[in-house]
């Protein structure tokens, strides 16, 4: 691909992974999902936990392609770099907006999540990309994987030892604990599934994505490109799934085999999306995609905050919430259903939001 080309096949992607990501947000109600539409509880990986790093490692292939064709248009590293900084602290606040609406509650709000996680593993990505050769950025990546891996294995733990991989007795938890405190997530109140240490390995998936930037920004043919983005996968999918005999693949704690097995997963996927829409031309069948995608921080913003509001506003005795889902979607099918048909209904509801974004050229980019 030429420097100032778009690929359709990345804001495709993009756009997928934000639409699956609003729909295993928000089911109608949390006791009767679908087992692929839940996280898994601890060791082992559904479709859900595909989500978050795929955003990140394609954070990290959009960090390749940006701030490269931005160096060879002459501009400054130390420009590029200051333009880094801004864009990861706007994100950072709007995670923390999200997480302290709407009570504002300063000595609660948690202070880690989503958007936070995506703004440290941009900037750090986005400094390693600028200022390291590509040689040190493979080494800086498989460091950040080997360096986790050691501490969650090798650091005792106060009052339990080494080498603990269970919910209460990890180091990543630990950490969590002692610093965050009062601002962990709401749900377990003592960690962070976006927590402190196991931020390191999600940069290395950020570097994972800034590798396949790499292939597709190089002078070779795409269909090579392909092929090779394909290879990698496959070979990333093998390395983690064979980790997961010393470290399990574990979302909540992003071990090194989790992040080797999803960007493995990332490759191999976005390999497919790259075939179809950019080489085989079938670029139609991804437009709804494409839509997701094109504002994606402004969809999950949107699907997080209504989401939020419908949750903190009492219709009598429930949330409104509830009493949408138990008025117009419970009774219409089996739990299980009801609450999948909801979570398909509040999706599109976002897609609408932005269709209408889309159409009007509303582009929000942080």
Excluded at 176 to 195: A, F, K, M, Q, V
Excluded at 215 to 239: E, F
Excluded at 312 to 335: C, I, K
Aim: aromatic share 12%.
């Amino acid at each position: 691909m030429h420097s100032g080309q778009r690929l359709t096949s990345l804001d495709a992607f993009r756009g997928a992974t934000i639409a699956l990501m609003v729909l295993v947000n928000t089911p109608g109600t949390g006791s009767a999902v679908y087992g692929p539409l839940r996280h898994a509880e601890w060791d082992g990986w559904t479709i859900t936990d595909v989500v978050f790093p795929s955003f990140v490692w394609i954070v990290g292939v959009a960090i390749t392609l940006a701030l490269g064709r931005r160096l060879q248009q002459g501009v400054a590293k130390s420009a590029l770099l200051r333009q880094a900084v801004k864009r990861a602290a706007i994100l950072f606040t709007l995670g923390l907006l999200v997480y302290a609406f709407p009570k504002f509650d300063v000595s609660t709000f948690r202070i880690l999540g989503v958007l936070q996680r995506i703004a440290i593993c941009y900037l750090a990505a986005s400094v390693i990309y600028l200022y390291c050769s590509l040689r040190a950025q493979l080494a800086v990546t498989a460091a950040l994987l080997g360096v986790y891996w050691a501490a969650m294995k090798l650091i005792p733990v106060p009052g339990h030892g080494a080498g603990f991989l269970d919910v209460e007795r990890n180091l990543a938890h630990y950490v969590d604990r002692i610093i965050l405190g009062s601002h962990n997530y709401e749900h377990t109140r003592t960690w962070d599934p976006e927590g402190i240490l196991s931020t390191l390995p999600a940069i290395a998936t950020a570097m994972l994505g800034v590798m396949a930037g790499h292939i597709l920004a190089s002078r070779a043919d795409l269909r090579n490109k392909v092929r090779l983005i394909l290879s990698i996968g496959a070979g990333l999918l093998a390395a983690g799934w064979i980790c997961d005999f010393w470290l399990p693949i574990n979302k909540k704690l992003w071990t090194s085999s989790f992040t080797l097995f999803m960007a493995g997963l990332d490759f191999l996927l976005f390999g497919a999306f790259v075939w179809v829409a950019d080489i085989a031309g079938q670029k139609r069948i991804f437009q709804p995609f494409v839509i997701f995608g094109m504002n994606a921080i402004a969809v999950y913003m949107a699907s997080e905050l209504v989401d939020i509001t419908l949750h903190s506003t009492p219709m009598g005795a429930r949330s409104a919430r509830v009493w949408l889902y138990e008025t117009f979607f419970a009774p219409l099918a089996s739990p299980h259903n009801a609450s999948l048909l909801y979570a398909v209904c509040y999706t599109l509801v976002m897609f609408a939001i932005a269709w209408v974004m889309y159409r009007r050229k509303w582009f929000v980019r942080v």
